[in-house]
């Protein structure tokens, strides 16, 4: 009976229904926004907070609490932590297992939507009554059917959010679908960044440039740093457009999540300039020029998620519990960065730190509450925080000494639902981003030219 009706309240939320679940109306129900700082570090924020250059993070920790969040040990692949992150489960539950999935063909493509078995944190916020906004979270694409809207990782990721012609052969990139004529005009141009916006954080010769801008050296592509800054930024930014424009033309949703990559794409490529003693050879083993011109582009993308924090503040109502999570840290992997005189093959300084980040603050949250958090334990303590019931595929907890006990008392949770599995279905609709995609995360160094992972 329990997984009847769990069943019959997914699939009743996602039509749009109104039914109140845990005996709470929807006028009354809390609100909750999660800003996905892709691969963010207090290794980072910590210098940053002490020198009150990250203004808006700040305000959120002395008002609410901080404590790491432990990634997987060793940290995997960010679409398979993302998955864990929202679904509550582990990789082999929820089917999310790398960036790329091999074909019977020998062929790849990239992990989607319609490959997770299990329902996401936005499946699971309405099969309760609730209603979701999601921008950019990875393998989001096809976009799902909500209460709410989608606008997938594929949205914020190339040429095709411009170009009606692409557009028209491409499916499922927002939901509902008629969103992406909406939204696509307030996508980074094809020429962005400029120089002057990437100034900020550092300069960049002519060549090097070029090298950011696009290269056609495919062998040099595989890893090639300044072409992930520039797609991180442009991803980033066409990521915020959006979310910034849904909050302020819709109401907002129970939950709202938006993706914020920055902070991954130059910790993985430009460590060696922000932190050169973690190189091999120690600071003289990275180049004296890389050292002076680019110091500031780790810590200057935080600056700039401060300010996308501190934007998506002004726009949340007062009310709303807001979460900065992001799924693991970074720390110098022992590279120098590369060659100067190669500059399309630059990065490669950075990985994975098991300890990333975790920031609240808000109605439900305990001024300077403590836990020991995992990523297994977001969901549950999101839906917690939206005094909606937990699941039963939870392998995490709610992290209770985070919660303020009045929210508690005043939203306390009903019994975990028994939520059906999803079927995944790798007959996905056909989509023209693909191609585009593949490119990035070969920049990235996450894909290797014959397109399977690393």
Known sequence: MRAAAALALLLAACGGSEAPVGGQSASARPKVAILCADGATF???????????????????????????????PPKASPVLWATIFTGASKEQHGILSFTALQPDGSTRIYGSTDRKLPALWNLVCARGGT??????LNT???????????????????????PAVRAVSSRVTYPEALLDELHPLLPGPDAPSREELARLGTFTDAEWTALQHSNDADA????GLLA????????????????????????????????ELTDRVG???????????????????????????????????????????????????????????????QGSGGNGGD?????????????????????????????????????????TVLAALGLPGSEQFEGRVLATLLDPRFVAAHPQAAPLADPPTVPSPDAPES?????????????GYVGGDGRDR
């Open 43 to 73: 290794a980072v924020i910590d210098p940053l907070l002490a020198a009150g250059k990250l203004p808006h993070i700040a305000d959120l920790i002395a008002r609410g609490a901080r404590c790491v969040l432990q990634s997987a040990d």
């Open 132 to 137: 979701a906004g999601v921008v950019g979270n």
């Open 340 to 380: 100067p005189a190669q500059p399309s093959a630059v990065g490669g300084s950075g990985k994975h730190h098991r300890d990333g980040v975790l920031i609240a603050a808000g109605p439900a949250i305990r001024r300077e509450g403590y836990a020991v958090a995992t990523i297994w334990d977001v969901a549950p």
């Open 268 to 330: 993985h490529h430009f460590w060696h300039a922000y932190r050169p003693e973690d190189a091999a050879g120690g600071a003289e083993a990275v180049p004296a020029e890389w050292r002076e011109r680019w110091s500031n582009v780790v810590p200057g993308a935080y600056e700039v998620l401060d300010e996308a924090v501190g934007a998506l503040l002004e726009r949340l109502g007062p009310d709303t519990t807001v979460f900065i999570v992001s799924d693991h840290g970074m």
């Open 221 to 224: 592509e595989l890893r090639n």
């Open 141 to 163: 694409w096809p976009a799902e059917a909500v209460d709410g809207y989608v606008v997938s990782d594929r949205f914020a990721r190339g040429d095709y959010g411009r170009d």
């Open 229 to 260: 800054l520039r797609f991180g930024w442009t991803t980033q930014q066409g990521n915020l457009a959006a979310a910034l424009h849904l909050l302020e033309t819709r109401p907002q949703p129970d939950v709202f999540i938006v993706f914020l």
């Open 432 to 444: 023209g981003p693909q191609a585009q995609y593949l490119e990035q995360l070969q920049a990235f």
